[in-house]
C-alpha cells in the first residue's frame, strides 16, 4: 500500500470490509488504490476549507472530487442501491485482503 497516507489507508479498509469477498479481483488493484487516494485528496481539502470556507478554488476541487469520490465509491456498492445491483459472477480464489497485499503491498 505504498503511497497511502493515513486517510487512504481506512478508505482502504472500508472498501476491503465492506466489499464482498466474490466482488474484488486481481484486476480491480488499479480501481481500489485509486479510490484510496482520491479520498485522501478529498480528506485534505475537506479540511482545508474547514479553516478557508470562502476559498472558492479549494471548494470547486472539492466538488471535483466529490464527484469522482460518489462515482467511484459506486464501483464497490458504497451505497444502499449500489449493492443491491452487485452480481455475483463466480467465485473467487484469492481473498481481497491476500490480493491487495500482494499487488500493493
Known sequence: L?????????MFHQILSSTP????????????????????????LDRQLT???????????????????????????MNPLDRGRLHLTRPVKEKPKEVAKKYLG
Open 51 to 77: 479553516k478557508d470556507p470562502d476559498n472558492s478554488v479549494k471548494f470547486n476541487a472539492w466538488l471535483k472530487l466529490t464527484d469522482r469520490l460518489i462515482t467511484l465509491s459506486q464501483k464497490f456498492g
Open 21 to 44: 469477498e466474490e466482488i474484488l479481483q486481481k484486476a480491480d488493484t488499479n480501481l481500489v488504490f485509486t479510490h484510496c487516494r482520491v479520498w485522501e485528496r478529498w480528506r485534505k
Open 2 to 10: 505504498r503511497g497511502l497516507g493515513t486517510d487512504g489507508m481506512w
